[in-house]
């Protein structure tokens, strides 16, 4: 196992705010945990090989996850985690923009969890105010992806 591919992951966790991550391949096995106290990812490997321990070069760092509006607007969270669509193809048009008009029901977005793909759709009668989320990105249960004025 390189050193290169360990701070790779490493760096992973740290992007994502991920606490734990285990890779298995083949007999390889590396296990990268974040301690609480130290915060820093310890790796374990195994490979029919005495179990060794490094430490990534810097502490993980939580993803930032934007705030929901101060405003009486509507926030409509990820009821998931998963990864994020803003529209049905690459080539086709966003389900929504800023400025669209939504009814509740309407569809929003795309959010693949698993291989499945599940429609948000509108919790609220408004208009797209604010696009927190980014296509083809990773987003975290709980995390603001629209914000609608009320009408």
Known sequence: MQSQ??????????????SRL???????????????QAAEPVVTMTANVPVAAAKAE???????????PKTDAHCQKSP???TLYLAPSEDSPRFVE??????????????????VLNELT???DGVIAEVCGKNAQLVEFGQP??????V
């Open 122 to 124: 509108a919790e609220a």
């Open 80 to 82: 998931l985690v998963g």
């Open 145 to 150: 992806l629209f914000v609608i004025e009320k």
């Open 98 to 115: 800023v400025g669209s008009k939504v009814k509740k029901g309407d569809v929003l977005c795309i959010v693949e969890a698993m291989k």
């Open 58 to 68: 810097k502490p993980a760092v939580p993803a930032p996850v934007p705030e929901p």
């Open 22 to 36: 285990e890779v298995r391949d083949g007999e390889i096995h590396v296990l990268l945990e974040a301690q609480k």
């Open 5 to 18: 591919l360990v701070r790779d992951l490493a760096e992973l966790m740290r992007q994502y705010g991920l």
